[in-house]
């Protein structure tokens, strides 16, 4: 018996899940036809292509292999709908986007806004969460990254650089004790990253700046900035996000400034799509039109 495509889609949505219950919700269909469909599947191929793990369903080095061959049938029929449906370079149906959540609170509304504003069919969602996204389990169509990536299938191009600073509120700095030089912070409330929870270090900004661990901290940097806005304490803060948060200046800046990057991650198995390469187009230069903009208004 072939394999059928329909098959080969259920046993994707099983191995980027890991749960029968979730791939059919996904698909919207039967978790018990989700079992008999990979169960068919294991049949023609004589060989199992999971193994029940109790963190669910696990690939077997069968199902590795599989995935890879199954992945780019997926993405030959996604072109061929692409082609012959007329849509080719067009911008329409959904992307998803994953990125951290300071580049998803600041910069992705107003880009995607934008791009969306163009494209009425074009479906966008925005995933911000401070972790890393796993392309070849479809997470996500694309990534905003804030280091490339060195190992899988990938394509990685840099977006743009941003500036980060020393900042806190207006109305802090006049009642707290001064702030003269890096040193001076000794007598102040720091702001920053649960230090277990940082995944890249490229965000490890305190140990830049030779500051010790955090009196008040967030994995999220919405949540630093606006520990930061209420006047909790001093901390590093994107240069981008101080515009939507009043009364939070930059300090320190001839002393401390730092300069990270943000990139965009792609699976190199969607190339071929012609609206996800004018979306990643499209993407990359609205950030690099918001971050600049952004970074004048400071």
């Known amino acids: 018996m072939e394999p059928q495509w329909d098959d080969l889609r259920i046993f994707l949505a099983v191995a980027r899940e890991e749960s029968l219950s979730a791939a059919g919700r996904r698909l919207k269909v039967d978790p018990a036809t989700v079992g008999r469909r990979v169960g068919r599947l294991e049949t023609a191929f004589g060989s199992p292509l999971f193994v029940k793990s109790p963190t669910g369903y696990a690939l077997t080095d069968s199902g590795q292999r599989l995935m890879q061959h199954a992945m780019r049938v997926e993405q030959t029929m996604q072109v061929a709908a692409e082609e012959l449906s007329g849509e080719a370079g067009q911008l329409s149906g959904q992307i998803r986007i994953g ?3 300071g580049a998803a609170n600041y910069l992705l509304p107003q880009v995607c806004a934008e791009i969306a504003k163009e494209n009425p069919d074009l479906d966008v969602q925005i995933v911000a969460l401070p972790r890393v996204f796993s392309l070849s389990k479809r997470e996500a169509d694309m990534v905003v990254a804030v ?3 060195t190992a899988g299938r990938l394509m990685v191009q840099k977006i743009t650089d941003y500036k980060l600073h020393l900042a806190a509120a207006r109305w802090y700095l006049r009642n707290a004790p001064p702030i003269n030089s890096l040193e001076d912070l000794k007598d102040h409330k720091i702001v920053g ?3 277990d929870m940082i995944f890249d270090k490229e965000l490890d900004y305190l140990s830049a700046a030779g500051l010790e661990k955090p009196s008040l901290s967030s994995n999220s940097v919405s949540v630093q900035i606006n520990c930061v806005r209420i006047g909790a304490g001093v901390g590093i803060v994107h240069d981008f996000s101080i515009p939507f948060n009043r009364g939070v200046r930059k300090i320190l800046t001839e002393e401390f400034s730092l300069t990270r990057s943000f990139y965009l991650v792609r699976h190199e198995d969607d190339k071929r799509l012609e609206r996800l390469n004018r979306f990643s187009e499209a993407l990359c ?8 903009k952004l970074e004048a208004e400071t």
Do not use: K, L
Not at 285 to 292: F, H, P, S, T, Y
């Open 193 to 195: 990253y649960i230090p």
């Open 147 to 149: 280091s490339p990536p």
């Open 99 to 101: 990125a951290p959540d």
């Open 285 to 292: 230069e609205g950030m690099r039109i918001a971050v600049q």
